[in-house]
């Protein structure tokens, strides 16, 4: 995790994800309009590398799906404990991650419509911090 989250940290979370795929596979993101994910060069090479930038509507955050998630790690990562420093808070979320990808079928409803959460992992990146859903 980063303190800070420019451009530049953005930039270089979509050039490692997109080596986790092949060029051919599109990869799509949901984002905020978060001034880091709307200069020129991220749009750039978002489009020249098959990513797909989604946008969710100003003051629509509840429509992209990590939102729900934020709420259970901020309990865990942050609220009840007493962090001694920024890296201590990256380490809870990755251990919250871990622990959320291990156990996701826990909070599976049975409804056969909701299939697609069981099949969703978190996925954090080292480098600039981010969390992502990845469904499989």
């Not at 980063?2 to 060029?23: I, S, W």
Request: hydrophobic share 35%; proline share 6%; net charge positive.
């Amino acid at each position: 995790m980063k303190k800070h989250k420019t451009n530049v940290e953005f930039l270089a979370f979509l050039k490692y994800l997109r080596t986790l795929y092949p060029l051919s596979i599109t990869i799509y993101i949901i984002l905020d309009n978060f001034s880091p994910h709307t200069v020129p060069r991220v749009l750039e090479y978002a489009e020249t590398n098959n990513v797909e930038l989604v946008f969710t509507p100003t003051n629509a955050s509840w429509l992209n799906p990590i939102e729900s998630h934020f709420g259970p790690l901020r309990k865990f990562a942050i609220s009840n404990c007493n962090p001694k420093n920024h890296s201590e808070i990256a380490t809870n979320v990755r251990r919250y991650i871990a622990w959320r990808n291990r156990h996701h079928q826990l909070s599976v409803n049975k409804d056969p419509k909701r299939k697609r959460v069981k099949e969703e992992k978190l996925l954090s990146c080292r480098k600039c911090g981010l969390v992502i859903l990845e469904g499989h």
